[in-house]
């Protein structure tokens, strides 16, 4: 007796969705493709502690399959998506610098993001090693993962 008042319950949903016009189902897909993409634009503002790169990752493969160059303005985040460009502000002196997200990391706990040396001694954070920043995301890729 369940079996048949589920599978008449069943039947019931289907055929309601089946008498829905392909206008409004049109519409809630649309509904749900703008909500998804709301939801991948993380325009969170970060803070945190940021760390850089030891010189010995230099030539390393990162995340994104490229080998890290400590000159350039790579940096490491576990949350952001890669190819993503953020604005990295130093709270304690207010340099700022623009980074890539082209790695995942830091795995210290307390930590948001790794830098590139180049980046940190933008932000002249080398001789402390660590800073507290806040982390900006400015654009998000085209086509993230």
Not at 25 to 44: D, K, S
Request: aromatic share 4%; no cysteine.
């Amino acid at each position: 007796m369940r079996a048949l008042k589920l599978a008449a319950l069943v039947f019931a949903l289907g055929l309601s969705s089946a008498l829905v016009p392909a206008d409004a189902r049109e519409n809630r897909r649309e509904t749900a493709a703008r909500n998804q993409t709301v939801q991948a634009q993380p325009r969170q503002v970060r803070r945190g502690r940021a760390s850089y790169y030891a010189n010995h990752f230099h030539g390393k493969r990162m995340a994104n399959g490229k080998r890290f160059n400590r000159n350039s303005n790579a940096a490491a985040s576990r949350t952001l998506p890669l190819g993503t460009r953020a604005r990295v502000k130093n709270l304690e002196n207010g340099r700022t610098a623009v980074v890539t997200i082209q790695d995942r990391g830091p795995f210290k706990p307390g930590r948001i993001i790794d830098l590139s040396p180049s980046t940190a001694r933008k932000l002249d954070m080398m001789e402390d090693g660590v800073a507290m920043v806040e982390v900006v995301p400015l654009s998000l890729p085209n086509n993230p993962g």
